[in-house]
């Protein structure tokens, strides 16, 4: 029988409501399909910062190094320790230390989620560089607290960063409808950005059989809410993709179903899953927070370990659930109460 060895992170916030609601339906998602889960628990969070002085232990990229996977419920307690502090203590330098420059959240309407779009049939999957480009934090302040303080953060791209995830983008699209929208603001930003669409123009040659579209960022963010249907795969740097899936994110519902993967994808280090919604301290604790992001995020874990037909059991679960009305608008159910459907629907 087949073993992962998954490394938990709950976090912060309702991220260890969702992450507790997740690994019960990957517990009897494994039981169903006989494979077997060994996680371990690491309380890596704001809280932890307070009594170490650290987001995470000095070995903890060693540490999660021999894991098959890493699931993540939320990092953030902004009133405590600034998001400045915990983001680059614990999820960015996990991104990038394992090579983790794909990111990956699918966009569609689960069963009778209405989202506030007069589109009900859109399936986006959004692709975000996930390692350098405006995140790369290259830069610095000098002569802080005076008049002349002058702050810069520079926006990284290589070329090899921009073509493996522009690479990584159009195998996906094969893989679907044959359609990448590639998407920059080379009309403004005349250095990086026309860089990347270069360099997109370069890659299309080799796949003739994807159609490409290539999308300003204020254009895309139109189109996403006007035409959502018309788009496939979208392939975003680390700034214009995390905004671009916040808003892919409304149209599908809320923050309370979108998902996401931190992909290696030559599976050199493990990958990483987690939901896009944050840690939302004001809900922490009360069984209100919806888990179907992080449940979904789970199923791509499954996806990705090569379970595929686990994953697939999993989402259909969690489509059963919305089918019957179990969270499909917030507060209508319980963080127990989705959970429970969803299990009831996998162990039938």
Same mark, same amino acid.
């Given at each position: 029988?087949? %073993? ?6 709950? !976090? #912060? ?8 609601? $997740? ?29 170490? !002085? ?28 600034? &998001? ?14 394992? %090579? ?22 859109? *399936? ?44 990584? !983008? ?17 009309? /403004? ?19 003739? #059989? ?7 960022? #204020? $254009? ?21 993709? #995390?905004?671009?899936? &916040? ?5 599908? !519902? ?7 993967? %931190? ?18 301290? *004001? ?9 179907? $992001? ?21 989402? /259909?679960?969690?489509? *059963? ?26 162990? %039938?």
């Amino acid at each position: 029988m087949k %073993n992962y060895a998954l490394a938990v992170i709950p !976090g #912060d916030g309702i991220g260890v409501d969702v992450t507790d609601a $997740a690994m019960k339906v990957l517990n009897t998602v494994a039981s169903r399909f006989g494979f077997g889960l060994s996680p371990q628990t690491f309380p890596w969070s704001c809280e932890y910062y307070h009594e170490t !002085g650290a987001m995470m232990p000095e070995d903890g990229i060693e540490t999660l190094r021999g894991f098959d996977a890493i699931l993540l419920g939320a990092v953030g307690w902004p009133k405590t320790v600034p &998001d400045s502090v915990s983001l680059h203590g614990l999820l960015l330098p996990i991104r990038k230390a394992f %090579n983790q420059y794909a990111n990956i959240r699918p966009h569609r309407l689960l069963d009778r989620v209405e989202g506030p779009l007069k589109a009900s049939a859109f *399936d986006i999957l959004c692709i975000r560089e996930n390692t350098e480009g405006e995140y790369s934090g290259a830069g610095g302040r000098v002569h802080q607290g005076k008049s002349n303080e002058v702050a810069i953060e520079t926006t990284i791209f290589t070329r090899e960063g921009v073509e493996r995830i522009l690479r990584f !983008g159009f195998e996906q699209a094969r893989k679907r409808r044959k359609h990448l929208t590639s998407v920059t603001k080379s009309n /403004a930003q005349k250095h990086a950005m026309v860089f990347w669409d270069d360099v997109t123009r370069e890659l299309a040659a080799e796949y003739d #059989d994807v159609t490409v579209s290539q999308m300003h960022i #204020d $254009a895309m963010a139109a189109k996403m809410v006007m035409a959502p249907e018309q788009l496939d795969v979208v392939v975003a740097s680390n700034l214009f993709g #995390d905004i671009l899936t &916040d808003l892919g994110a409304a149209i599908q !519902g809320g923050l309370g179903f979108a998902a996401s993967a %931190n992909i290696n994808p030559d599976r050199s280090s493990p990958s990483m899953f987690e939901p896009v919604h944050g840690s939302a301290p *004001d809900i922490a604790g009360q069984n209100i927070a919806n888990p179907i $992001a992080a449940i979904w995020s789970a199923a791509m874990m499954l996806d990705h370990l090569g379970e595929a037909e686990a994953a697939k059991a999993v989402l /259909a679960a969690i489509e *059963d659930a919305t089918r019957q009305g179990v969270g499909i608008r917030p507060g209508s159910h319980t963080t127990d109460e989705i959970t429970a459907k969803i299990l009831g629907v996998l162990e %039938n």
